[in-house]
């Protein structure tokens, strides 16, 4: 299965700065998403990264919000703008290879201050 | 919209119990039901992958049914060990293998 360096795996940041995080696979994949888990509720889909064309988002999540770069088949990154207290979460990224179960980075744990 | 239930919240048992969780849906339009297990600081790690009524999957002390007509599934494990201790995930894969989790059993197994 596809090995995921995800970057940062935590961080603490100020409200009103924003956080890059980094999603590295050592295999070409066609779809990569982008998951959040807030504290005591599921995680949850927040966009699919196209390559070469602007992220899917689902209900509730907008791109200024969450900007999405996908600029090859190997590599993505989510920026959560704007931080609140809100966004103190962890946030997921995956690929799916073919009908094999998606493969999960380790996730970034991000605390606002 | 996949709506999923995972039940119970948490669960704490001896070292050598046998446990069972629950995923329940209440429409089975999806394509597969998945099974994760989730460690602290961990990537979620696929268990399963169980698409017809009727699926049984096995891995090890660990096993899971599906009964769509009904609307859940469930996993179990046998001899529970300390190491079985994470948070178990049961999801539902929409179209284009959008994932929507149930928010999680957090089995603990106490030596």
Known sequence: ?113 | ILNVEQSPQSLHVQEGDSTNFTCSFPSSNFYALHWYRWETAKSPEALFVMTLNGDEKKKGRISATLNTKEGYSYLYIKGSQPEDSATYLCALQGSNYKLTFGKGTLLTVNP
């Open chain 1, 1 to 113: 299965s596809a090995v995921i360096s995800q970057k940062p795996s935590r961080d603490i940041c100020q409200r009103g700065t924003s956080l890059t995080i980094q999603c590295q696979v050592d295999s070409q994949v066609t779809m990569m998403f982008w998951y959040r888990q807030q504290p005591g509720q599921s995680l949850t889909l927040i966009a699919t990264a196209n390559q070469g064309s602007e992220a899917t988002y689902e209900s509730g999540f907008v791109i200024d919000k969450f900007p999405i770069s996908r600029p090859n088949l190997t590599f993505s990154t989510l920026t959560v703008s704007n931080l609140s207290p809100e966004d103190s979460s962890i946030y997921l990224c995956s690929v799916q290879a073919g009908n094999q179960p998606q493969h999960f980075g380790d996730g970034t744990r991000l605390s606002i201050l």
